[in-house]
């Protein structure tokens, strides 16, 4: 009984420790997949990240202005009310 015991808590010792090398390995893969992809397209992908927050500056402004301009009216319209 007690070798039994033994040998099945070696074993699950044993999967853990695959378990544990093949978790590695994996992000190891995964690490050295994303530096490539980093290398490759980084630089295009911050210059349309860039790009995009100045198009969503500028709309916003153009936004904010429309806004201000509207606010004038509004308040023209109230008086003649």
């Known amino acids: 009984m007690r070798k039994e015991a033994e040998l099945s808590e070696e074993q699950k010792k044993k999967k853990a420790r695959d ?12 690490k050295i997949s994303i530096i490539k992809h980093c290398e490759e397209h980084g630089e295009d992908e911050m210059q349309q990240i860039k790009q995009a927050i100045m198009d969503r500056h500028a709309k916003e ?4 202005r429309g806004l201000e301009s509207a606010t004038n009216a509004y308040k023209n319209f109230k008086v003649t009310l």
């Open 19 to 30: 378990v544990d090398l093949w978790a590695r390995a994996v992000r190891e893969e995964e």
């Open 61 to 64: 402004l153009a936004n904010k």
